[in-house]
């Protein structure tokens, strides 16, 4: 994956469509990249739920004046948690095995994604806990109700587009954190069609999450999940690159994911099940 995607520096674009044919894909490269490293996905995911069961033990001995500070402890610990499990999924995601190596060299290499992260989560609950609260409690005319309007539009605009922060960090390397995340919103109202939807499908998995206990898929499940994602909306860009006078509403899906369909492979729910039919 190329380290600079010129047609990525390009804004005003005209939304890309996607096809049946690349989201029916994705969602087979994302179950099947899933379970190929079910175990491993159960293991990393026992530290997210370790981490859960901290916060929610404080609630219980730490002062209500404190909370919020315990809160943002623990958000930075789960942030660089993030940025090591970040080089996992996309090792998962470019069909290699290695794992812990892998969480190890990018929880350090990553570190500036990860406090840039934290930032952005610590803003998202302070929205959520404080602020919008905060104004419509004591601002009970319109200033208040426009100003929380403005953050809740905020708040969706960063649930949409932090899913593809790391994973996008992940294919562009070379990037500094912020410059990462504006290319994500860039490529949020870009492949807005394929945002929403892989929104929609993110709560779902997240909804399993919650039945599962956090064990499958998990925060490292959700992880893969947008990298997958992103793999496939970054060889979109790469065929942009070399494909300039391309029409951008008909990206011959069929061509570019060829070699992906090649390493998923012939694949199917029934064989995966019943290998010996």
């Given amino acids: 994956m190329k380290k600079r995607i010129p047609a990525l520096e390009l804004e005003n674009h005209t939304p890309v469509t996607y096809s049946v044919l690349m989201i029916g894909f994705f969602i087979k490269k994302a179950f099947f990249d899933g379970w190929d ?63 812990w190596s892998a969480f190890r060299q990018g929880f350090v290499r990553n570190i500036r994604h990860s406090l ?55 294919l562009l390397p070379a990037d500094r954190p912020l410059k990462t995340l504006r290319k994500c919103f860039i490529i949020l109202f870009d492949n807005i069609g394929f945002s929403l939807f892989f929104f929609l499908y993110d709560l779902i998995c997240f909804v399993l999450s ?4 956090g064990l499958v898929p998990g925060m490292s ?21 070399e494909n300039p006078d391309g029409d951008r509403k008909h990206i011959p899906w069929e061509d570019i994911l060829y070699d992906e369909k090649e390493k998923v492979g012939p694949r199917s729910f029934k064989n995966m099940i019943f290998p010996w039919k």
């Fill in 37 to 99: 490293n079910l175990i491993s996905m159960a293991i990393f995911n026992l530290m997210y739920i370790a981490l859960l069961m901290v916060l929610l033990y404080s609630f219980s001995v730490v002062p209500a004046a404190f909370i919020f500070a315990v809160i943002a402890v623990v958000l930075l610990v789960f942030s660089l948690m993030m940025g090591g499990t970040a080089s996992v999924t996309h090792n998962w995601s470019c069909y290699k095995g290695e794992s």
């Fill in 116 to 170: 840039l992260f934290f930032l952005l989560i610590l803003l998202f609950a302070a929205n959520i806990m404080l602020i919008i609260p905060f104004y419509l409690q004591n601002f009970g005319n319109g200033f208040g109700m426009i100003v929380a309007i403005i953050l809740c539009w905020l708040e969706i605009a960063l649930a949409l587009v932090l899913p593809f922060y790391f994973p996008l960090m992940n």
């Fill in 210 to 213: 919650i039945v599962t206990i």
């Fill in 221 to 241: 499940g959700l992880q893969l999940l947008a990298q997958d994602g992103m793999k496939l909306i970054m060889m979109k860009y790469d065929w942009l690159e």
